[in-house]
């Protein structure tokens, strides 16, 4: 519904007067202006609660200046709500978001002042005070609307449960029948709404008329699902505070760790397979990703070495913050959540990747891709390494397809958790000059290792060469059950 909404007030074109009427009340200083006069017209219709029950003839004139001054500020909350509704695309929006204050400016017409009672619907305009301040809190930082929305709501609802349970049993209870020493003025009204609220029950004792009645019961009611709301706020924030305490990382601390940008379901692959692997089991993971609420959930015994920053990861504060200047290895996901395109992800793993090499260039940065066509922009910026997660899952099913059992081959090699594995070491000097073939059968009679490609210093992988003599520089892959030394 919300996005059909949302699709309707784009096609529905605007003029630009409409636009600039949208633009001014969407202004922080717009807002502010109308929490004041919406404070200011609850005090003054407070104070002509209580003119009216102690009307004198010495008074009547300041009444009739505050009911003037209160009609003026509603009409000017009058002005503003029909400007709203000629700028609003959606008419029933308008009424959806706004029928309250709509019911706040009623008092303005004569026809309603006959009912004493409508009156009180100036003090429902304080329930505009919480779309005011969520609409201001747009403007302040994270880490100030992340719960400060919660207190501020209860401690408005409270506020407002308290005013107009005063301004109520003064319209109600200021001109009882029968007995005029309990009528009630504004502080006895005040402090009726204040001890019915917290106490649960009509302090110092019953209204007399049906009005105050349902106030009272009105007030308790409210007590109650103020204390829950509170009661849940504290309990929320409580937890939260303990999360965050016990998740606290000092990522100065960091150094020679492993980044990894992006989260899914291969992320949580990678993790395990470097706790697997001997080499680097005992080196600290950083994980830049968005998430909503607690971090992803990871085996206990992989969870301790990982630390999640909830952030952007091809931002360069966030790249810094997780110490990438200190990191040997930035791995980038193809980030895909929240809706976007493969082609989107790869725009943001090549924006990261080429961001990680420009903070550290003696980092080894691996990225994954979508589109092998993007290949080459990871090229020109000195990637040292990419994956085109599809292409090699295509690849694999087609070696399985036409050479049966291979994959058991494959599950065995690609992982660090069990059997032999893929290493790269230096060569020592007494290789140099040697062949290719004279040491293949010597690595596997004294390291059980199968020598199975060389890596040259041009950076070109030779695999099984058939002729090649080691010169400096170069490097060997082999396949073993664990890193050997040479």
């Known amino acids: 519904m919300a996005r059909t909404e949302r699709s309707k007030i784009n096609t529905i074109p605007l003029a630009p007067w409409q636009r600039a009427l949208?633009?001014?009340?969407?202004?922080a200083s717009v807002e502010?202006?109308?929490?004041?006069l919406v404070l200011v017209s609850v005090v003054l219709t407070l104070c002509e609660f209580t003119l009216t029950s102690t009307?004198?003839?010495e008074t009547r004139s300041l009444l009739v200046q505050i009911e003037?001054?209160?009609d003026l500020i509603t009409l000017v909350f009058a002005i503003e709500l029909s400007l709203r509704f000629v700028a609003c695309p959606l008419k029933r929006r308008f009424f959806q978001e706004y029928w309250i204050d709509i019911l706040a400016v009623l008092p303005l017409f004569r026809v309603f002042r006959s009912v004493r009672v409508i009156r009180l619907f100036r003090l429902v305009r304080l329930l505009r005070m919480f779309g005011v301040a969520s609409r201001l809190a747009m403007h302040f930082p994270e880490i100030l609307r992340r719960g400060a929305l919660e207190y501020v709501f209860v401690c408005g609802l409270l506020a407002l449960t308290v005013l107009f349970g005063t301004g109520a049993m003064m319209v109600f209870e200021g001109h009882p029948t029968g007995n005029s020493e309990q009528a009630f003025d504004l502080q006895d009204s005040f402090w009726f709404s204040v001890y019915s609220l917290f106490a649960g029950e009509p302090i110092p004792g019953p209204p007399q008329t049906i009005g105050g009645r349902l106030v009272a019961v009105f007030v308790m009611f409210m007590g109650l699902t103020i204390f829950a709301m509170f009661t849940g706020t504290v309990s929320a924030f409580m937890v939260e505070r303990l999360r965050t305490e016990s998740g606290i990382v000092d990522w100065d601390s960091l150094e020679n760790h492993i980044i990894i940008c992006g989260w899914n379901s291969k992320a949580e692959i990678i993790v395990a397979e470097f706790r697997a692997s001997a080499a680097a089991s005992q080196r600290p993971i950083a994980v830049i990703t968005q998430f909503e609420g607690e971090?992803?959930?990871?085996?206990?015994?992989?969870?301790k070495t990982v630390r999640f920053l909830n952030d952007d990861f091809t931002r360069i504060a966030a790249l810094e913050q997780v110490g990438v200047h200190r990191a040997k290895t930035c791995i980038i996901m193809a980030d895909t959540s929240g809706g976007r395109s493969e082609q989107d992800a790869d725009a943001r793993t090549i924006l990261a990747a080429l961001t990680v090499e420009k903070l550290n260039p003696a980092v080894y940065t691996c990225a994954e891709l979508?589109?092998?066509?993007?290949?080459?922009?990871?090229?020109?910026g000195h990637v040292n390494d990419f994956?085109?997660?599809?292409?090699?899952?295509?690849y694999m099913l087609a070696q399985a397809a036409m050479n049966r059992g291979l994959m058991g081959v494959f599950s065995e090699l690609l992982t660090y958790q069990r059997g032999n594995e893929f290493y790269r070491t230096a060569i020592p000097e007494e290789w140099l000059g040697k062949h290719f073939n004279d040491l293949f059968t010597q690595l596997k009679l004294t390291h059980n290792a199968i020598l199975v490609a060389v890596h040259a210093p041009s950076g070109e992988m030779i695999v099984n060469p058939s002729h090649h003599t080691f010169a400096e520089g170069d490097e060997i892959v082999v396949i073993a059950e664990q890193e050997i030394e040479l």
């Not at 502010?32 to 004041?36: D, I, S, T």
Request: net charge positive; hydrophobic share 45%.
């Open 22 to 27: 949208g633009r001014f009340f969407a202004k």
């Open 32 to 36: 502010l202006a109308v929490g004041a």
């Open 55 to 57: 009307a004198t003839p």
């Open 68 to 70: 003037l001054v209160n």
């Open 295 to 303: 971090p992803p959930t990871l085996a206990p015994d992989i969870r």
């Open 370 to 380: 979508m589109n092998r066509s993007y290949a080459s922009h990871l090229k020109m």
């Open 387 to 394: 994956v085109v997660s599809g292409e090699y899952g295509a």
